[in-house]
Each structure stands twice: as C-alpha cells, then as structure tokens.
C-alpha cells in the first residue's frame, strides 16, 4: 500500500462500503417497524440484502484491482 493509487482504491472502496452500509442499516430499520407481511417489509429486506451482496462484490471487485497492481 506504498502507492497512490493503491491509497486512492482503498479509499474508494471505503466510502462505498460505508455507503452500502448505511443503506443497509436504514432498510433494517424500516424493516424492523414495518408491520410483518406487508409490502414495505419485502422490500426493505430486499435493499437490505442486496445492500450487502454490493458490499461483498465490491470489497472482491477492489481485491483484484490491487492484485493487479502486483
């Protein structure tokens, strides 16, 4: 991580997981004061699963751009 351009990756996806974690974390909490079976329960636990799958691809999408850097 000597480089400036390994630097500005890390960072990147730093605020792009926060992001997606912020996301995640107010879907959730829809979720947890919808009422059960309603529309607005799907769909805040969709965002919120969805939320997390971006997360984890993103996170292995900036491993392989390090890798790539050697």
């Known amino acids: 991580m ?3 351009k390994e630097k500005k990756i890390i960072h990147r996806a ?3 997981v926060a992001a997606l974690m912020v ?3 107010g879907a959730i ?3 947890v004061g919808a009422v059960k079976g309603s ?3 799907y ?3 969709m965002m919120a699963l ?3 799958i971006g997360a984890s691809g993103y996170c292995a999408h900036t491993l392989t ?5 050697g």
């Open 29 to 31: 909490l829809e979720e």
């Open 39 to 41: 529309t607005i329960y």
């Open 43 to 45: 769909i805040s636990g």
């Open 65 to 69: 751009e390090l890798e790539k850097l």
């Open 14 to 16: 730093w605020g792009v």
């Open 50 to 52: 969805l939320a997390f």
């Open 23 to 25: 996301v995640m974390v």
């Open 2 to 4: 000597d480089t400036k």
